[in-house]
Nanobody
Framework: QVQVAESGGGLVQAGGSLRLSCTPIGLRLVNYAMGWFRQAPGKEREGVALIKWSGEITYYADSVAGRFTISRDNSKNTLYLQMNSLKPEDTAMYYC?????????????????WGQGTQVTVSS
């Protein structure tokens, strides 16, 4: 059974940084394109950062480009999201998701597996 667990969320002041991690169990990360999504209260879930299987190609939403960095260490079976210069509007639940066949998909429900999320709260 596959389990996806996100960690690293928390409360941070505006301008601060956090690093999220995602370590799937029962799933070899190297076989999946990965993505980080987020959902704020009252808003639709959005894809913020996506990464290809070997990590050579990435995508960022305009709202986070230049501030967030997605990376993966397939040897550790772990996905990361480094978030710098955080803003109050980055406050959301952040989810890690795995797609077996398609890289660059921004539709969360099309991913094969995802976790329960980790909360990020940025205070002003």
């Amino acid at each position: 059974q596959v389990q996806v667990a996100e960690s690293g969320g928390g409360l941070v002041q505006a301008g601060g940084s956090l690093r999220l991690s995602c370590t799937p169990i029962g799933l070899r990360l190297v076989n999946y394109a990965m993505g980080w999504f987020r959902q704020a209260p009252g808003k639709e879930r959005e894809g913020v950062a996506l990464i290809k299987w070997s990590g050579e190609i990435t995508y960022y939403a305009d709202s986070v480009a230049g501030r967030f960095t997605i990376s993966r260490d397939n040897s550790k079976n772990t996905l990361y999201l480094q978030m710098n210069s955080l803003k109050p509007e980055d406050t959301a639940m952040y989810y890690c998701a795995a797609h077996r066949k398609i890289w660059g998909c921004t539709v969360f429900e099309m991913y094969n597996y995802w976790g329960q999320g980790t909360q990020v709260t940025v205070s002003s």
